[in-house]
């Protein structure tokens, strides 16, 4: 069984039915015992980071993500929840990969919204895909390129399109509303 995050963000119908469409079975939730529990989890999300890292606190729900042993995807805010810090509200996050969510400098136009393709991909996650492939992004914050950069993204300057370490996988852009491309990242990490 498959496990999407439900914590007060949005999206979470759209990746439901992906996964459905992929032919696993999943349930919405918040409830700790069935994240731990679950095959895979994903942490989708479309919001603001400051409120979304409260409703995970105060559901305990930042020590059960942090604590998971199964691999795990974040998508869109998910990924940002998942690093170090937010400019977003100043919000502390979860820590898993170590590196800071910043604002796009205002160079260019905010947010970033609409089709773009990799600079650099590698990693599982990403097999049978090529850097000429467009994922759909909408965000404001990006996470700086780090050690745990598995794809490359260009978008005024370079940024983390995905992340990864252990079995933390997290990606910027939305699968869910990537076509075939997004629908390939999917079914690689439900495959993991």
């Not at 939730?29 to 895979?40: I, M």
């Not at 992340?163 to 939305?174: G, R």
């Amino acid at each position: 069984m498959i496990a999407i995050l439900k914590y007060n963000a949005g999206n979470t119908k759209s990746v439901e039915n992906a996964v459905k469409r992929l032919g696993y079975e999943c349930m919405v939730t918040d409830d700790a015992l069935f994240l731990q529990q679950a095959d895979k989890v994903i942490f989708p999300g479309v919001g603001e980071a400051a409120s979304a890292m409260h409703y995970l606190k105060q559901k305990g729900l930042d020590r059960v993500i942090k604590n998971l042993k199964q691999p795990v995807l974040g998508i869109c805010l998910g990924l940002q929840l998942m690093c170090t810090s937010s400019e977003e509200g100043a919000t502390l996050s979860l820590g898993i990969f170590d590196v800071l969510v910043k604002k796009f400098p205002p160079t260019g136009i905010v947010p970033h919204m609409g089709w773009n393709n990799f600079s650099t991909v590698n990693s599982p996650l990403f097999d049978g895909i090529s850097i000429k492939d467009d994922v759909y992004f909408v965000h404001s914050y990006y996470a700086e390129k780090c050690p745990y950069t598995i794809a490359l993204c260009d978008y005024i300057l370079p940024f983390s399109a995905a992340l990864q370490k252990d079995n933390f996988y997290a990606v910027q852009f939305h699968t869910e509303k990537s076509g075939t491309v997004g629908e390939q990242i999917l079914k690689n990490f439900l495959a993991l």
